[in-house]
């Protein structure tokens, strides 16, 4: 069955330093998330992206934060000068449909990438 | 704010059935509820979700009640590896798209 893949599964950054995680959708999604989890909290919404653009993006999206899809099959996000909060587990995640209204498929969930930033 | 509501935590015996309920009182007629687990910090993984049938898959049931403000996700036959948290999810719609608000979860212990 097809799956999202992040790598890497786990990052270590000094603070102020710049960081990429990446991700590799389902081939056939075209509708590509990031959320986060900072130990022992709840998952929280970053961004979706949908045609080459940004749809949403929470308050947690500040400036130091963008997201590319710099290629036909990976999707990125960037972090420009981390801070100590950003230590947190970040997935992605891909679904075919998500902008119609009556669209149901589901999300799919990369196993996610563990940033520590010391 | 997540749209749902789930009780903290829950156990089971191993081998018997696993009803972890779910409270979505404001659901609108085309919501679907969609259920996801997390086994330590992997990602949400997905299990069943539904409009206002009953679904079946080879993971789960999920029983919507007819005037879908809740539902209960069912693992016939809970294993060890079931113990997980479960997270029953409906999208909010903006900007374009859908986006899913995870609330806390049920955290389920299934018990030798």
């Known amino acids: 069955e097809p799956e999202v893949t992040q790598t890497p599964s786990h990052q270590v950054t000094q603070m102020g330093q710049e960081v990429i995680l990446r991700c590799v959708p389902i081939?056939?999604?075209?509708?590509f998330y990031w959320y986060r989890q900072i130990l022992g909290q709840k998952v929280e919404f970053l961004v979706s992206?949908?045609?080459?653009?940004?749809?949403?993006k929470s308050e947690i999206f500040d400036d130091q934060f963008s997201v590319e899809r710099p290629d036909g099959s990976n999707f990125t996000l960037k972090i420009r000068s981390t801070k100590l909060e950003d230590s947190a587990m970040y997935f992605c995640?891909?679904?075919?449909?998500?902008?119609?209204?009556?669209?149901?498929?589901?999300?799919?969930f990369g196993d996610g990438t563990r940033l520590s930033i010391l | 704010d997540a749209k749902t509501t789930q009780p903290p935590s829950m156990d089971c015996a191993e081998g018997r059935a696993a009803n972890l309920p779910c409270n979505h009182s404001?659901?609108?007629?085309?919501?679907?509820v969609y259920w996801y687990r997390q086994i330590h910090s992997q990602g949400p993984q997905y299990i069943i979700h539904g409009l206002k049938n009953n679904e079946t898959n080879e993971m789960a049931s999920l029983i919507i009640t007819e005037d879908r403000k809740s539902s209960t996700l069912i693992l016939p036959h809970a294993t060890l590896r079931d113990t997980a948290v479960y997270y029953c999810?409906?999208?909010?719609?903006?900007?374009?798209?859908?986006?899913?608000?995870f609330g806390t979860g049920t955290r389920l212990k299934v018990l030798a």
């Open positions: 995640a891909s679904s075919f449909t998500g902008g119609a209204i009556f669209s149901n498929q589901p999300q799919h």
């Open positions: 999810i409906v999208r909010v719609f903006t900007s374009g798209t859908y986006k899913y608000i």
């Open positions: 992206f949908y045609n080459n653009e940004i749809s949403e």
């Open positions: 081939s056939n999604h075209l509708y």
């Open positions: 404001t659901i609108s007629g085309n919501e679907y």
